[in-house]
Structures are given as C-alpha cells and as structure tokens.
C-alpha cells in the first residue's frame, strides 16, 4: 500500500459521528426484533420426518397417498412393557386395563392392544397420536402414564415413530442455548488471545450476534411465509455458520483498519481505507459461500433446499454486518478499540519497505514459512501434495449410505432402547410396517405378492379406519378405496432402519410391480432408503455445479484462468484429506457404524466454500501486492501479512463448528468434526504452505492470460533471491 499522508483536514461531522451513530443504532433495532425472535423459531421449525424427504420420491408419493386414508393426521406410538419372566394371566389383565387411561389421555384416535408376545415376556400398545399438537409433550404424557400403572419390576418403552420424534427433538433442545454459548465463549477467548484487547473482541462478537440476529429474523420471515423449510439441524448450522462468517470477515477488515492506522492519525480515514482494501475479498468470499450453499436448491431432498437458503441468508447478514456495524463501531472508537495495545504511527519512509525477496520487514513464524517456501518451492509443495494424498486414502473406509435411526440419537434415548425391546420380543418391523399403495382392482393378487415377498412376515389390508382384514368373525370384508386405491400394510422380518429391512423393501417393489406397475412402497423403511439413493444422487450433481460456480468466482476476483484452477483443485484435494481422516476417526476412534448419506455433500459444501475463503484473503493480497512489487515478493508479503489474521480466522471457524459436537445428534457430531479438521487442515498446510509453494514455483504464469506485476523484480528475485536469502537466514541464525 502506497503511504498516505496522515489527513489532518478536518472531517465533517457527519461522516465522524453521525452515519457511525445511525448504522449502530440501525443494528441495535434490528438485533432488538431480531433477538427475541430466537425464542419464537419454533413455531417455525419442524423435526418431523416430512421436512427431510426427498421431494420425488416413491416413499414421499407413498405418504401423500396414505395421508388420504387418515381421517385425522396421527402418527403412531408405539408402547412396550417388558417383564423378565413370562406374564401371568393376571398380569395381562393388568396391563389390558391401562388401554382405557391410554384413550383418556385424548392424545389421538382408538389404542390398539395389548398386544402379547410370542414369549409371554411383553406386550405392546399401538396409542395414535395428533400430530398436529406438540408430540414431544404427547410422548412424555404417555411414558409419565405408563411408568406409573405398569406393574412393578416391568420396563415401559414408548418408542415408533413418534417415540423417536420425540427422543430427535429432545436432542435438538441445546441449539437454543448452549450451543450459542458455547460458540460464544469460544471466539471471545480466542479473540482475547489474538488482539489482547478488551474492546475489540467485544466489537467483533458484537457483530457477529447482530448478524446472527438479522439471519434469524429473515429465516423466520421466509419460514413463516413457508417459502423455506426449517428444522432442527438447519438452525443449529445457521448459528455456527454466522458466528463463524462474521468473526472471519470481521478480523479480515480489523487487520486492515489496524494497517491504516499505522499510516494516518484520522480514525475516520482508516475507516475508510480499511473498508476499501477489503470490501472486494469480503464480497468475493460472502458470494462464493452463498452461490455454492444455494446449489444445494438442486437437490432433491426436503432438508437440503431447506438448509441452502436458510444458510445463504445467514452468510448475507454476516457479510452486511462486517461491511456496515463493524466500520460504523471503529469510526466511533478509533484508536481506542485496540487498548492497552493501540497502533502507533509509522514514519512515511518506514511504512512499506521496498521489496526485493519479499521477506522485508518481516519477522518470527511467517517470516520463516516465507523462507522455507522461497528456498524450496517445489520440494514444499510436492510434499504436501503427497501428505494430503495420503490422507485421502482413508476416504475409502467412509461408510455414508446411512445409519440406523436408533443410532442416529447419541444420548440416552427412551425409544431407542424401546427398538431394542420390541426386536426382542416381536416381529422386528413390528409398529413400522412397509406400506403399499395399489390398485383397488389389483388388491388380492397385490396382497398375495407382498405376503410372498422375502423378509415380509405378515400383511393385510386395511378397512376404514385403519381396521386390518384378518378374515376373522366380525373382521372387515372390504377394504377401504380412496380414489380407486387401496392400502396394504407388511410387518417386515427385520428393524425397520437396518440394511436388511431396506433391502426387504427393494424386492418388494420390484414384486408388487409385476402385478401393479403403478404400485408404490413407503413407509418408515422406504423412506430411509429413498434418502440415502437420493443423497448419492444429490452428490453426484451438486458437486460439480459448486466447483463451477467458485472457479468463476475466483477467475473474475484474481482476472486469471490457471490460479483460479490451481486454488479449486487444492480445496477438493484438502476436502478428500479431511473425509479420508474422518472416516478413520469415525470408523476406529469413535466406533460409529457408520455415517448419514447426506454428510459428504454437507462437508463438501462447507469445506470447498469456506476453503476457498482463505484463499481468496490470501490471493487477492497477494495480487495487490505483485502489482507493486512483482509476483514471487508479492507471494512472500501477501503470506507474511496475511499469516496471522488468516490463521486466527481458521481457528475462530474451527472452532465455532467443534461446538455443534455438543448436540448428540450423530450427524451433526460428524459434520462438526468433518469441517473443524479440514478448516484447520487447509488453514495450517493448504493455504500456508501448498499455495503459496505452487505459485512461487510457477511465478508470474499463475496470472495468466493476464500479466500483472513487474517482470523485471521478478526475474531480479529468480537472479539473486537464494543468495540472499541464504545469507538473511545464516545471520539469523548468529542472532
């Protein structure tokens, strides 16, 4: 940078104090709508299992269908009482009295049951329950109910779908609270150690908690106008996402407006430069990371296109707040923001040393990473390279085409261990049965198929009302027909959410088609399976779409072909480091069976885009500084003046996603991991020492087709650099 004179011109009142004091007051109106209305997101959000669906699927069809033969919108609860002995006669009519307490609770429609075990050691309630009402709540009256009238020794379990509904939101309940605080705390101490300021940190945070209000109030704006679909696990990624973004924009322009102060006693000048230096990497970065989280508008499950938007909006205000709160709240501090530490002014002939190698002025870690990449470029890079290949070997062990939904809950689940309970003593599909919508005027030789069907274990039709035909006296004879459709339920051989039982559903589609070719299978199984084919689909597409979209990025911010692509190739190559990793943590170190279909694209998503972020911090300095002083010393300063602030930010964003390891949700745990590792990975290897590596080895042809620099200071570093520095380093090492 080109040193200014120090602007002891008076600067009119209203660009000192008054456009500061309104952005301020601006963003303290809208963080005071914005903040209560975190509490309110509920009333927006939903955890249940429509809002995760693929969107063209054959299980979501299924639904739609079978949603037309409820007269009421119920989702089953399914209850277990366990005895380690067989149960007396006695103790069954014991237990069959509780029906009536469970149909009093007036939670939904007829309890069916009990249902007796072939083993005599349990039985089980089927008790519907509204939907439309809070089910966690629902859930708990039930389990309150039947722990009390249970006799006693016996383990209740209320498990099924709504059980696990419940359990899942139940999980859920730290985003409110103590994931914030916990993100909180974590970037204020790091801020602490960073700056050794009191004020700063607090002006940084505060800018990240007023974007993160803002994004809360759009996302429940477009939620409430059900433009988007929000849950549990979009929120939760919102509020690390924004902390994240907004403390690494912020730390981007506070390294510049600390720059500026060296330069000029005018707070409001510096105000100004620093903006200007760092709008273009700021804006870059942000729209990098909002066109590649709204790629995922192309998948075609419910939860991504949810996610897409709802984080998109999260990363605009996190840009806005950096670019307006955080500039407004510097005009109005100055100098003081930086206490007990505050720049000093820096004599004009001392400002910006003239550059031969492009280690002048600098000193300590990023003065020797800038050596030992100007010595060895080659050897740098060719080695990191290898190591990050290395580590993507392991991505041959991720096991991501789904878990179990008993696995999928961490913590202490009542209705996971109510799945247990029923695969010991019933049917393993028992209470989430396989369902099939076919043609009314196909319905026996349907019928016949699905009780033929490998891993099907018993099957019949339903009456109105839900009402199975048995052929049994005073059974229903016809079946229910809604719109020449009728609906067959199948108790699988196997739990619901296991490999086998979505394996049982792919040969039962392609057996009821033989006889029905419009036939469609859903339910809790289908379902699963449907997810995972779709997530492997969503893969495939998305992916490339990202990479193009941040390769244009990147040409129009660098004006160049080759380092932009140099720059995509090193974040995929990082991102298989961090999954290869991650497989083996997850496979050997915390015993996982596995991993959600959907977490390589997430961490794709977040790791390329963000990926890309520091590259974009590190480039775009380094372009600026070899249009003065020539490539490879423009390599070297940008690394050096970039270092530290780069660094700090990878931290801050590592930092923030290890806090959604607190929820105990499997996904989320593995995400939080995924993308901490590989922030830090890229931050630490890729964006330290590959990148700066592989453009100093290729020198002024990283811009191509464009030339910018000074051919001439480059070829006088590629003369004369290695004696120098050679020489630099021994008297280094005397010192």
């Known amino acids: 940078m080109k040193s200014s004179p120090q602007h002891k011109a008076r600067v009119p009142v209203w660009l000192r104090w008054l456009i500061p004091a309104v952005l301020v007051l601006a963003w303290l109106a809208i963080a005071g709508v914005g903040g209560p209305t975190f509490g309110r997101l509920d009333e927006v959000s939903s955890n249940d299992q429509a809002s995760f669906l693929p969107a063209s699927a054959e299980a979501t069809a299924a639904q739609d269908w079978q949603s037309k033969f409820r007269d009421s919108d119920e989702v089953p609860a399914v209850i277990v009482i366990e005895s380690e002995a067989a149960i007396s006669p006695a103790g069954l009519g014991e237990l069959a009295s509780l029906k009536a307490g469970l149909e009093g609770l007036g939670l939904g429609s007829a309890v069916i049951g009990p249902i007796p075990s072939e083993d005599g050691k349990a039985v089980q309630f089927i008790a519907p329950i509204d939907s439309s009402g809070e089910v966690k709540e629902s859930v708990q009256e039930l389990r309150d109910f039947i722990a009390e009238g249970a006799p006693e020794g016996m383990k209740t379990f209320v498990t099924g779908p709504a059980g696990l509904a419940a359990d899942l939101t139940s999980a859920f309940a730290g985003i409110d609270g103590i994931l914030l605080l916990v993100a909180l705390g974590a970037v204020f101490v790091i801020l602490l150690i960073v700056y050794r300021s009191l004020l700063l940190p607090i002006a940084v945070l505060l800018t990240s908690v007023f974007a993160l209000c803002a994004a809360i109030l759009l996302v429940f704006g477009m939620a409430k106008l059900e433009w988007i679909q929000l849950n549990g696990q979009s929120q939760g990624i919102l509020s690390i996402l924004v902390i994240g973004a907004a403390t690494d924009y912020a730390l981007l322009y506070v390294a510049r407006f600390r720059e500026a102060l060296t330069h000029t006693h005018n707070r409001t000048s510096a105000v100004l430069t620093a903006w200007k230096a760092s709008f273009e990497p700021i804006l870059a970065s942000g729209a990098t990371v909002i066109i590649a989280l709204l790629c995922l508008l192309f998948s075609d499950l419910n939860s991504n296109k949810g996610l897409g938007p709802v984080a998109a909006a999260g990363i605009l205000c996190s840009l806005f707040a950096a670019l307006t709160l955080l500039p407004a709240m510097m005009a109005l501090l100055g100098r003081a923001a930086f206490w007990p530490f505050v720049p000093k002014l820096v004599p004009a002939d001392e400002r910006e040393p003239e550059l031969v190698t492009g280690l002048e002025g600098q000193k300590g870690l990023w003065r020797a990473t800038g050596s030992l990449v100007s010595r060895r470029p080659r050897t740098v890079w060719v080695a990191s390279v290898l190591l990050l290949l290395a580590a ?126 419009g036939a469609l299978v859903g339910g809790v199984t289908a379902t699963a399976l449907d997810t995972n084919t779709t997530a492997q689909r969503d893969l495939v597409i998305i992916i490339p779409i990202v990479l193009v979209v941040i390769l244009v990025i990147l040409m129009l911010l660098l004006r160049s072909v080759l380092a932009p692509v140099l720059l995509v190739l090193s974040v995929v190559l990082s991102y298989g480091a961090a999954m290869g990793v991650s497989a083996l943590v997850f496979n050997n170190l915390l015993g996982f069976p596995g991993a959600d279909a959907t977490v390589p694209l997430f961490g794709f998503v977040f790791l390329v885009a963000l990926g890309v972020d520091y590259n974009i911090f590190l480039m775009s300095r380094v372009r600026e500084e070899s249009l003065k002083h020539g ?50 990975l890229d931050t630490v290897l890729v964006r330290s020492l590959l990148v700066p590596a592989l453009a100093y080895d290729i020198g002024p042809r990283i811009w191509w087709p464009s030339k910018p620099g000074k051919p001439e200071l480059d070829a006088a570093v590629q003369r004369d650099a290695r004696g120098s520095l050679e020489t630099d380093l021994e008297g280094a090492g005397r010192r």
């Open 392 to 517: 993507s070997a392991g991505i041959l062990q991720l096991k991501a085409n789904g878990v179990p939904q008993t696995d999928v809950i961490l913590s202490a689940s009542n209705a996971v261990d109510g799945q247990d309970a029923l695969a010991r003593h019933f049917d393993a599909g028992s209470g989430s049965p396989a369902v099939v919508v076919a043609d009314a005027t196909n319905a026996d030789e349907v019928l016949a198929k699905v009780k033929a069907a490998d891993g099907v274990g018993d099957a019949y039709l339903l009456a109105a009302g839900s009402v199975p035909i048995t052929g049994a006296p005073g059974a229903p004879s016809s079946p229910d027909v809604r719109e020449g459709k009728v609906l067959i339920n199948a108790t699988l051989n196997y739990a619901a959410d296991s490999i086998q039982a979505e394996d049982a559903v792919k040969v039962l589609r392609q057996q009821v088609k033989t006889v029905d070719a």
């Open 631 to 680: 490539t490879r010393p423009g390599i070297l300063r940008g690394l050096g003046v970039t270092g530290g602030v780069i660094t700090s930010a990878g931290v801050v964003l590592a930092a923030t996603f290890a806090a959604l390891s607190i929820i105990p949700i499997m996904f989320l745990v593995q995400l939080a991991f995924i993308v901490a590792f590989g922030v830090l």
